[in-house]
């Protein structure tokens, strides 16, 4: 079992950043890779960004939203088993509850979930 730790939502005006960050408590290591989900009221669930673990680096190929390529970006801390999404520019419709999960495989739906955190973007 992999427990997930959430943290950095928060109220942010339009055009504001943040910054969410996810610990894992074990080793990233021992998972294929790691993102972000979110979740708008009356929304369905939807991918935001992942990020594979692979080799010793902090990096690893990455995908994107298309509503949210060049305005966030995922990255990971090896050393601190977690990742970071930030989010620059944000908008109104950014606003959601998000969550951070992970995956033993490259494909395939997640294996683990964090609690969510929420992030409100508003004037």
């Given at each position: ?66 509503s949210v390529k060049g ?45 969510g955190t929420r992030v409100?973007?508003?004037?």
């Amino acid at each position: 079992q992999v427990q997930l730790v959430e943290s950095g939502g928060g109220l942010v005006q339009p055009g504001g950043s943040l910054r969410l960050f996810c610990a894992a408590s074990k080793s990233i290591f021992t998972l294929a890779a790691m993102g972000w989900y979110r979740q708008a009221p009356g929304k369905e669930r939807e991918l935001v960004a992942t990020i594979t673990i692979d080799g010793s680096t902090n990096y690893g190929s990455t995908n994107y939203a298309e509503s949210v390529k060049g305005r966030f970006t995922i990255f990971r801390d090896n050393a601190r088993n977690s990742v970071y999404l930030q989010m620059d520019s944000l908008k109104a419709e950014d606003t959601a509850v998000y969550y951070c999960y992970a995956r033993m495989s490259l494909r395939g739906t997640p294996d683990y979930w964090g609690q969510g955190t929420r992030v409100t973007v508003s004037s």
